[in-house]
């Protein structure tokens, strides 16, 4: 077995467990390889002798079986620039906070490998966003996929912006407001729950339409078929605005066009632990949770 290991940001505090993860891989002869950048930054406090490394996407290919993330869902957003089409399997161990995508908590580090090597473990395939525009923008390419959400706001200004939108070439609305999150299943618990969006669980073949602070009240988020071909145009004040790929931010301005639909390829995550969605939701938003006592 072969996995790639990533993290986006080295804590104090992860030492132990950055320990405990490669005490356990070594012990179960599970060959590894660390994300270049990481491994720069963990390689002062951790003995990193004969750990080898990986820089892009081109080094991982299909050649891995799994690919195994340090931190939290951030962690995993940014993971999958790596990943992308090759189909490996990420497992996140969370060290951040909430963990919606990470869900092996960093005390069960050994559990999680073993399940892995029993084959104890279930892929679930989450959906993405493609992004292209009429201006064929080089800075977005190839990284034009979304896990989460594509959002587009406003950039150097206090005024609101207006969203033009086209759903099947079919117009359904300007939403006058901060900003639109088009959002994926994944992504519906991140920034679209925030600015109001609805919950929709990973299976479901929806996207979400959320816009954020709007002026006319009655533009509520929408939930549209997976397979609907998204458009809009903005325009305001400025004559830039910002487009967000989850963590990923570059500018257009009033004259593109945005085109948005299904990505051509899932990304898949590992499930350990019978820690469905659906669990998951519980303990984090703490549903059913009474703390008046």
């Known amino acids: 077995m072969k996995v790639a290991i990533y993290g986006q940001f080295f804590k104090t505090n992860d030492i132990i467990y950055i320990k405990e993860l490669f005490n356990v891989l070594t012990k179960n002869n ?3 390889l660390v994300e270049q950048s990481y491994f720069n930054t963990i390689q002062k406090n951790i003995d990193t002798k004969n750990i080898a490394t990986f820089s892009t996407y081109n080094d991982l290919k299909n050649s891995f079986d799994f690919m195994i993330t340090m931190g939290g869902d951030g962690t995993i957003l940014r993971a ?13 161990i969370n060290t951040g906070r909430l963990g919606f995508l990470a869900t092996v908590q960093k005390e069960e580090i050994e559990n999680a490998i073993t399940a892995i090597l029993k084959n104890d473990f279930e892929v679930k395939e989450r959906t993405l966003l493609s992004v292209s525009t009429s ?24 005024s609101m912006i207006t969203i033009e939108t086209y759903l099947d070439n079919e117009y359904l609305n300007s939403y006058w407001a901060d900003g639109l999150i088009i959002a994926t299943p994944t992504g519906s618990t991140g920034y679209s729950l925030s600015c109001g969006g609805p919950i929709i669980t990973p299976r479901a073949k929806s996207f979400a339409l959320t816009p954020i602070a709007p002026h006319n009240l009655n533009a509520r988020p929408l939930v549209i078929p997976d397979e609907t071909n998204i458009k809009f145009t903005v325009k305001g004040r400025e004559n830039e605005f910002l487009l967000s790929l989850d963590s990923r931010v570059t500018t257009i301005n009033s004259k593109t066009e945005i085109f948005v639909e299904k ?8 499930q350990i632990n019978k820690q469905t969605f659906i669990k998951t939701l519980r ?11």
């Open 30 to 32: 599970i060959k590894f």
């Open 80 to 92: 999958v620039t790596l990943v992308r089409d090759s189909n490996i399997p990420i497992i996140g």
């Open 135 to 158: 201006s064929n923008k080089k800075d977005m390419l190839p990284l034009n996929f979304a896990l989460n959400e594509v959002s587009v706001s406003r950039k150097n200004t206090a």
């Open 263 to 270: 990505a051509s390829f899932n990304l898949k995550m590992i």
């Open 283 to 293: 303990e984090k938003l703490l549903w059913g949770k009474d703390l008046r006592n």
